[in-house]
């Protein structure tokens, strides 16, 4: 069977529909495509997959790509697909449809997958069809391989916080955190070549021997795992560190992570709705003492 998956990455859209889209892969039988769009800060050369590049994101030339691989199931994990464009290219061409989808807008798909924890099945009463199969919930939640492997393993604490806001850091919130913190503390910064403040968080980063950088790093589980705190985004991070049982503050930056960040302020974690110096100051001493 042949899957194409249809996603995008960039400085402004983030990485984290690719990664999640990599574990997905594995998982999948037979021939596995991606299908994205050239865009600034994308991370397309680290897909180990085939990957075909689109001039745009309309449904015709989608639809195209389809007929020609002859896919039979089309995985889409992006924001800016509607239902309308899904109809379109289910009429078109009759493939199976799986959805991702965290905001609980209506779908035309066969499978809908929301892996986040807070995921609530009941929610998506009306906005997919009535053969649409719900995956939704921790039974879900993708999981990298790296972090299952890491956590059979031992590690120090050498890090006093980990901050990792995303591989874009689009809100570029990465600076303000590092300037409320001591300067008594080891801090790891995880950032990738997406982040378009990258430059600038080098040159602040460049005379604070307290400050380690890792760009593009392979250890991002052994990373947390070596980390008393983590300082993330309400988004799939919020699923690798309880994972690895590591403390975190939320801090959310987004829209789209608005589902998330209110499951965690009902089940008692500690999420900020913006950043805030004094609060978050305060957080992290309280963790820290």
């Known amino acids: 069977m042949k899957t194409l998956i249809r996603a995008d990455s960039s400085s402004t859209i983030g990485l984290g529909h690719i990664m999640r889209d990599l574990v997905l892969a594995k998982n999948l039988e037979g021939e596995v495509f991606f299908a994205c769009q050239n865009l600034e800060g994308n991370i397309i050369s680290s897909i180990p997959y085939e990957v ?96 299952r492997e890491e956590k059979k393993c031992k590690r120090e604490k050498i890090y006093d916080v980990l901050i990792a806001m995303g591989g874009s850091d689009a809100s570029n919130i990465t600076q303000k955190i590092l300037k409320t913190l001591p300067t008594s503390l080891h801090v790891s910064v995880l950032t990738t070549h997406s982040n378009a ?67 965690l302020k009902q089940h008692d974690y500690h999420v900020l709705e913006r950043f805030s110096a004094t609060t978050f100051k305060y957080e992290v001493k309280r963790f820290l003492k």
Do not use: W
């Not at 993330?232 to 403390?247: A, C, G, K, Q, R």
């Open 52 to 147: 075909k590049i689109l001039k745009s994101n309309d449904a015709n030339e989608l639809i195209a790509l389809i007929k020609a691989l002859h896919v039979k199931l089309l995985v889409i994990d992006h924001y800016g697909i509607d239902v309308h464009f899904e109809q379109k290219v289910k009429s078109a061409t009759g493939v199976e449809i799986l959805s991702f989808d965290d905001t609980y807008q209506p779908h035309y798909c066969d499978i809908l997958l929301n892996h986040n924890i807070s995921a609530d099945k009941k929610r998506y009463k009306d906005l997919v069809p009535l053969h649409c199969e719900l995956r939704c919930g921790s039974l879900y939640t993708l999981i990298r391989d790296e972090f």
């Open 197 to 263: 403040h990258l430059e600038e968080l080098q040159n602040y980063s460049n005379d604070k021997p307290n400050i380690t950088l890792h760009v593009n790093s392979n250890e991002v589980a052994k990373l947390i795992h070596q980390s008393r705190l983590a300082i993330v985004t309400p988004s799939v991070m919020v699923h690798e560190v309880l994972f690895m049982e590591v403390p975190f503050i939320a801090i959310k930056v987004a829209d789209n992570q608005d589902d998330m960040y209110q499951y």
